[in-house]
């Protein structure tokens, strides 16, 4: 079974530009969450989707968001750049919305200059 | 606030030991608690979990020991392996809905010296 895909990999883009990041579950999981992790921060929630609803959402601004689509292949989407958006972003998948035992995709290392 | 701690950036053992890694936590409303093993380049892979209603969880050479009213949880890894060195993060999430998903420490870089 394939695991968590995240595209890009990587991405450079400069302060006030927006950013479309990919994320594609595990077959069946329709639960998907996703997170920034950053070396001061550690991960920190964004949010979390479940047939095509945002269920929760982190402590970030409007600047970020989500959704999510019926094959629950889900986007989020950066807008107004800032340098401190400079980060890894991780999609997790999940059977049900329970956010117990996630599984991660690799990541996409977004870099803002 | 940070409401899951991870006080330890790095802990260094020798292969055969065991390696224990601690996580503190603010929220008393925690009711589960995971901890989670990430390699460069990769995204963080469920290593082992427990519940609130639980001291104590095994799974091979991890076991995980739940302290609620010192609100300390550690994993414990025995015997330590090569493979082991990675970062670890501790989880915790709340049955009340989890409005901020899983809250997570900030990692321990946990190194294995042959």
């Not at chain 1, 530009?17 to 550690?42: E, M």
């Not at chain 1, 269920?55 to 107004?80: A, C, L």
């Not at chain 2, 224990?20 to 990769?42: G, H, Q, V």
Request: net charge positive.
């Amino acid at each position: 079974k394939a695991g968590v895909t995240q595209t890009p990999r990587y991405l450079i883009k400069t302060r006030g530009q927006q950013v479309t990041l990919s994320c594609s579950p595990i077959s069946g999981h329709r639960s998907v969450s996703w997170y920034q992790q950053t070396p001061g921060q550690g991960l920190q929630f964004l949010f979390e989707y479940f047939s095509e609803t945002q269920r929760n959402k982190g402590n970030f601004p409007g600047r970020f968001s989500g959704r999510q689509f019926s094959n629950s292949r889900s986007e989020m989407n950066v807008s107004t750049l800032e340098l401190g958006d400079s980060a890894l972003y991780l999609c997790a998948s999940s059977l049900v919305a329970t956010n117990e035992k996630l599984f991660f995709g690799s990541g996409t290392q977004l870099s803002v200059l | 606030d940070q409401q899951v701690k991870q006080n330890s950036p790095s802990l260094s053992v020798q292969e055969g030991r065991i390696s224990i890694l601690n996580c503190d936590y603010t929220n008393s409303m925690f009711d589960y608690f995971l901890w989670y093993k990430k390699y460069p380049a990769e995204g963080p892979t469920f290593l082992i979990s427990i519940s609130s209603i639980k001291d104590k969880n095994e799974d091979g050479r991890f076991t995980v020991f739940l302290n609620k009213s010192a609100k300390h949880l550690s994993l414990h890894i025995v015997p330590s392996q090569p493979g082991d060195s990675a970062v670890y993060f501790c989880a915790a999430r709340y049955s009340g809905g989890g409005a901020d998903g899983l809250t997570f420490g900030k990692g321990t870089h946990l190194i294995i010296q042959p």
